[in-house]
């Protein structure tokens, strides 16, 4: 490892395990209200897109963690909305949820491939699911 950064992105507040790395593509989970889960240009450390993570407004989006199952799916949850979603960066679509019933989620996680997916929080939880 070199002795220092290459580069820099400002913007992320990452909380957690909420920076993952795929390709040349960085996905990060911020613990902000809004515009939480961002795509960056690891080449040019700019900002590529803002993935929608549909949460209510009192509630807010606040991402602990994220994940690429895909090139085109992501996973991340937070304590916004106690929840880990599947989201499709191309379509903006959200394939799947899973609630950990008012508990933050801590720390998300997919298996080679994508399919199989681990979301884990606040008090115990720790759930497996499968993306369809």
Same mark, same amino acid.
């Given at each position: 490892?070199?002795?220092?950064?290459?580069?820099?992105?400002?913007?992320?507040?990452?909380?957690?395990?909420?920076?993952?790395?795929? %390709? *040349?593509? $960085? @996905?990060? +989970?911020?613990?902000?209200?809004?515009? #939480?889960?961002?795509?960056?240009?690891?080449?040019?450390?700019?900002?590529?897109?803002?993935?929608?993570?549909?949460?209510?407004?009192?509630?807010?989006?606040?991402?602990?963690?994220?994940?690429?199952?895909? %090139? *085109?799916? $992501? @996973?991340? +949850?937070?304590?916004?909305?106690?929840? #880990?979603?599947?989201?499709?960066?191309?379509?903006?679509?959200?394939?799947?949820?899973?609630?950990?019933?008012?508990?933050?989620?801590?720390?998300?996680?997919?298996?080679?491939?994508?399919?199989?997916?681990?979301?884990?929080? $606040?008090?115990?939880?720790?759930?497996?699911?499968?993306?369809?």
């Amino acid at each position: 490892m070199a002795r220092e950064a290459r580069s820099q992105m400002n913007g992320p507040h990452i909380c957690g395990p909420g920076i993952d790395i795929r %390709d *040349n593509l $960085v @996905l990060s +989970g911020s613990w902000v209200a809004r515009n #939480a889960l961002q795509l960056w240009d690891l080449r040019t450390s700019g900002l590529v897109q803002d993935v929608a993570f549909p949460a209510p407004v009192l509630q807010g989006e606040f991402l602990y963690a994220a994940r690429f199952c895909t %090139d *085109n799916v $992501v @996973l991340a +949850g937070g304590s916004g909305t106690c929840s #880990a979603r599947a989201i499709n960066i191309k379509t903006q679509e959200v394939l799947g949820e899973v609630s950990l019933g008012g508990k933050a989620v801590q720390t998300v996680d997919a298996a080679p491939g994508g399919r199989v997916v681990a979301v884990a929080g $606040v008090g115990g939880n720790l759930h497996i699911a499968e993306l369809c």
